[in-house]
């Protein structure tokens, strides 16, 4: 088989590839996924997200290696396996990040990248709720719904508990500036998850010059005699195939499979490639590397008004938010469980918001069953996470076998910075001056953990680092630069010295941006988009 564009992997940045190259009609694409085209009913509903959290059948399911920080726990690295990607199974929280993260991009020597550069990106892959503002576009194939008219009330008053503390109130998140206390928008549409695959590929699919291949996974790139990529070999029901690509082949398989991917084609470090006993198509020393993540953790309270826990933790307030959301679309099923938050500074000296909140009015555990579905505490609680913006650390991804289906090394190398280990103890203490505000104080009852005993820096680091998880904030992990020796793409996302091969997904990053990433991602693909059309042209 032979097309004009190969994109591997229908995530959240592979399915906009798919839709933006193929619909002049110019051009043939093919998409590969790995999983399923996933038509699961709980992958439609917002509150589905907690059915796919421990599902194979949509999710990679991967694990980190002992983090030494973290007393070697091996921490969860849910990954989506479905068309839609992690776009398909995240919490949907719609955040851009901050200006200053993109003017970072731009100044490590990625001109078009700074925020001015991709604002009008943002806003042409969005239909706001507001409309088409100076913010906001109102055209875009993804919907986004502000959650503020449908808050709980404890939720307002952790917005109140933030202006005592003289934060000020963010009424948008993705408006002129990230800084403050707020309401999360949400990707939804009508009450139903509103992501790239459903918005972007589904309507494009009607086109014939484009095709999607489901339970196709790369096994490795394809390459003519000058090194040029022409293609993907990929095992698909039993039996390996070779595609292969007239123009380019582009990788969306995100922070995990691209660089896996590349490994496996002997494009990394030489000598990483040399101990599995792969050839060394080119020595990419940062294939893998500058890896980055938001950690998080959660402190609990009990609360002394009744919150959703008496809701979504008996089958009759399951019965009553399931009803409610049949007849209006609305209600705790169609929103996200982090409802208000925050990107707050955890010391006066900060030039900017180093934390990012989350307020919870739910408290509730994360059963290793995928049956259970999340597990409320039995008493009226809520919770607050709380995660570094922008964490110093920094790791790797590597392949453990030259297999496709092996699973790889994922080695974030948490608190191995001193900063994160300083914005830890900022952040565990903004809490507690958070929930010790009148407008929450009037709601609690009690800290349940880590408990009013565990009061200095020593407990509190402990508590973290024997309950902090990701907040599946992978990427950098192909990271875009002019160095082919520190980064592995250009500013125009092609692979240093390996032409006709690109990569379009939250691993080119290269810093986290503050936030959930799930915006930032699908706008590098859109942009992408416009890169490999005009090179087309040209």
């Known amino acids: 088989m032979e097309v004009d564009f190969i994109v591997v992997g229908a995530g959240s940045a592979g399915c906009i590839l798919a839709s933006r190259l193929s619909e002049s009609g110019r051009y043939s694409v093919l998409l590969l996924e790995a999983g399923s085209k996933g038509n699961s009913v709980w992958l439609k509903i917002p509150v589905g997200y907690a059915k796919s959290y421990y599902n194979p059948a949509v999710n990679w399911m991967h694990w980190s290696a002992p983090q030494p920080e973290l007393n070697d726990r091996r921490l969860y690295v849910p990954r989506g396996k479905v068309v839609g990607g992690s776009g398909a199974i995240n919490a949907m929280v719609y955040v851009r990040g901050d200006r200053a993260d993109f003017d970072d991009w731009r100044a490590a020597g990625n001109p078009g990248w700074g925020f001015d ?10 239909t706001h709720a507001h409309g088409d503002t100076e913010w906001h576009g109102g055209k875009g194939p993804i919907h986004i719904t502000p959650m503020r008219d449908g808050i709980h009330p404890i939720s307002r ?5 933030g202006a005592e503390l003289g934060f000020q109130q963010n009424l948008d998140f993705n408006g002129e500036t990230l800084e403050g206390v707020g309401v999360y928008d949400i990707n939804t549409r009508n ?18 010059n484009l095709t999607l291949e489901t339970g196709a996974l790369a096994e490795r790139l394809l390459f003519d005699e000058t090194g040029r990529v022409t293609g993907v070999e990929v095992s698909q029901h039993g039996r390996l195939r070779q595609l292969h690509a007239r123009r380019e082949v582009i990788l969306s398989a995100g922070a995990v499979q691209s660089p ?4 496996r084609s002997g494009l990394a470090d030489g000598a990483l490639l040399q101990e599995h006993g792969l050839a060394v198509k080119r020595h990419l020393p940062a294939v893998g590397k500058n890896l980055q993540d938001h950690l998080c953790a959660s402190v609990y309270y009990r609360a002394r008004r009744p919150t959703l826990n008496g809701l979504f933790g008996s089958l009759t307030g399951k019965a009553w938010c399931g009803l409610q959301y049949l007849a209006t679309r609305k209600g705790p099923f169609a929103m996200s469980v982090n409802q208000a938050g925050g990107f707050l500074t955890g010391r006066p000296e900060a030039e900017r918001a180093n934390l990012q909140i989350y307020f919870n009015p739910l408290s509730y555990r994360i059963p290793s069953d995928p049956r259970v579905g999340l597990l409320p505490e039995p008493y009226p609680g809520f919770l607050m996470a709380f995660s570094a913006c922008r964490p110093a650390s920094r790791g790797e991804i590597r392949l453990t076998s030259p297999g496709a289906t092996a699973e790889p090394l994922i080695q974030p190398n948490y608190l191995t910075a001193d900063r994160d280990i300083a914005e830890v103890l900022e952040g565990m203490r903004l809490i507690r001056r958070l929930a010790g505000a009148t407008a929450l104080s009037d709601w609690v009852t009690e800290e349940v953990s880590p408990s009013p005993a565990v009061a200095d820096d020593a407990g509190l680091l402990d508590y973290f680092r024997d309950n902090c998880g990701s907040i599946y904030h992978l990427c950098g992990t192909c990271a875009m630069g002019p160095d082919a020796v520190s980064a592995v793409v250009d500013h125009r996302l092609r692979v240093h010295g390996v032409p006709d091969l690109r990569i379009a997904d939250a691993s080119i990053f290269p810093n986290i941006t503050a936030g959930n990433i799930n915006a930032p991602t699908m706008m590098v693909a859109e942009k992408a988009a416009d890169l ?3 090179d087309a042209k040209a």
């Open 117 to 126: 550069d991709v604002l009008p990106t943002f806003r042409r892959l969005e």
């Open 157 to 161: 008053a952790f917005l109140r508990a």
């Open 191 to 208: 009450g139903f998850r509103s992501h790239s695959g459903v918005e972007y590929l589904t309507p494009a699919l009607k086109r014939q």
């Open 260 to 263: 896996l991917l590349l490994q």
């Open 532 to 534: 490999i059309l005009q």
